[in-house]
Structure formats: structure tokens, C-alpha cells
T-cell receptor, first 112, second 114 residues
Framework: GQNIDQPTEMTATEGAIVQINCTYQTSGFNGLFWYQQHAGEAPTFLSYNVLDGLEEKGRFSSFLSRSKGYSYLLLKELQMKDSASYLCAVRGSYNQGGKLIFGQGTELSVKP | KAGVTQTPRYLIKTRGQQVTLSCSPISGHRSVSWYQQTPGQGLQFLFEYFSETQRNKGNFPGRFSGRQFSNSRSEMNVSTLELGDSALYLC?????????????FGEGSRLTVL
């Protein structure tokens, strides 16, 4: 089967660093995505990893280990506006371009 | 460049009725996917259309169907609505020729079934 696990909720303090983990078991792998979704809004693309290692984009970084079926999203210098749901998603194969398998999402609350 | 546009944004139906939702992808994107989002199940893949053909399908009953037109606009239909169909239906388009092939989501159509 296909399964993606991530914590349901996390809380962090403004200015701090938070790491959101994601583990996956899928029948194939052609990339892992992180999306951010604010309440009542559309998910927006944050990052993409297809090879092992760290991808950095401003305050956000994403890491992938394909052998371990593991990824994390690292958010630095947290701001109140970072309070949102963070969705981990896997694409199973190249010909499943529009088919992403999503985790349940991690609800991040940033406190002052 | 305009984003993904979904209509209607909100709608209320009763059990047994049917509903049609519309999605206009980003100009140039040929892939359109549909997802159902509920608090309990998260984002669940419904189906993907590419160049007017259904390319991938999720594990939803046959009451859920879709189509894509030659201009890449897509519609999805749910027949014989059930209470459990109440959800946010998200459409996403993608330019799968680029390296990341990320999907761009619309704001969604929130369906309430009474």
C-alpha cells in the first residue's frame, strides 16, 4: 500500500526553528513535495526533492533520504504568518504527473 | 499569469442530487487533477486528465466522474450525492514538462450536502 505519515500538530515560538518530519511508503517514487496551506486557502508549493540531500530556499529547507523513505521541512526564523498546515506529498512515477499522494498534514501554530 | 480558477466557490445540495464543478487551469498547462479534501481524510486524489484523456484515477466510486475539454478546462461531476461527499474539492494544474512539475491549486469548491 501507499502511506505517508507526518505529525498532526506542532507548536513553535516566533523566531525559532521547527522541523516537520514525513515518512513515506509508496510503490514508486518520482519526487517529494511540500505544500503550505493556510486555513481557507489553496495549498501553495514550497519545495521539491527528487534526489537525496538538502534543498534550501530562503527560510525554508527540505531534506530527502530515499533509502529511508524520509523527508523533513525545516523552517527557520519563524514568523506568525508561518502558522498553517504543511502537507507532504509523493509522486509515485513519472506518468503519474498529476497524482500526488498526500499525508494528512501537520498543523503548525507559531506563538509569540 | 492568471492562476487556477474554480467555480462555484460554495454550493449546497441535498442528498440524491448531482453537482458539476468547473476548473480553468493556468494557461499552457495540459494536466488537470482533482482532489477531495476533508478534515478526516486529508487530500485524496480523484483523477487526472491530460490532453482530454483520463490518465490516472483514484479510489472513488463511479459516482465521481470528470472530463477535460480541448482548451484544457475540466469539469468534475458527482451524481447521487451522499452526506459524506461534503468536502472541499480542489483542482490543480501542472506543466509536467518542467523539472519539478509542481501542481498549482485553485481555491476550491466547497460542497455541502444536506
Amino acid at each position: 500500500g501507499q502511506n505517508i505519515d507526518q505529525p498532526t500538530e506542532m507548536t513553535a515560538t516566533e523566531g525559532a526553528i521547527v522541523q516537520i518530519n514525513c515518512t513515506y511508503q509508496t510503490s514508486g517514487f518520482n519526487g517529494l513535495f511540500w505544500y503550505q496551506q493556510h486555513a481557507g486557502e489553496a495549498p501553495t508549493f514550497l519545495s521539491y526533492n527528487v534526489l537525496d540531500g538538502l534543498e534550501e530556499k530562503g527560510r525554508f529547507s527540505s531534506f530527502l533520504s530515499r533509502s529511508k523513505g524520509y523527508s523533513y521541512l525545516l523552517l527557520k526564523e519563524l514568523q506568525m504568518k508561518d502558522s498553517a498546515s504543511y502537507l507532504c506529498a509523493v509522486r509515485g512515477s513519472y506518468n503519474q504527473g498529476g497524482k500526488l499522494i498526500f499525508g494528512q498534514g501537520t498543523e503548525l501554530s507559531v506563538k509569540p | 499569469k492568471a492562476g487556477v480558477t474554480q467555480t462555484p466557490r460554495y454550493l449546497i445540495k441535498t442528498r440524491g442530487q448531482q453537482v458539476t464543478l468547473s476548473c480553468s487551469p493556468i494557461s499552457g498547462h495540459r494536466s488537470v487533477s482533482w482532489y477531495q479534501q476533508t478534515p478526516g481524510q486529508g487530500l485524496q486524489f480523484l483523477f487526472e486528465y491530460f490532453s482530454e484523456t483520463q490518465r490516472n484515477k483514484g479510489n472513488f466510486p463511479g459516482r465521481f466522474s470528470g472530463r477535460q475539454f480541448s482548451n484544457s478546462r475540466s469539469e468534475m461531476n458527482v451524481s447521487t450525492l451522499e452526506l459524506g461527499d461534503s468536502a472541499l474539492y480542489l483542482c490543480a494544474s501542472g506543466d509536467l514538462g518542467v523539472s519539478t512539475g509542481e501542481l498549482f491549486f485553485g481555491e476550491g469548491s466547497r460542497l455541502t450536502v444536506l
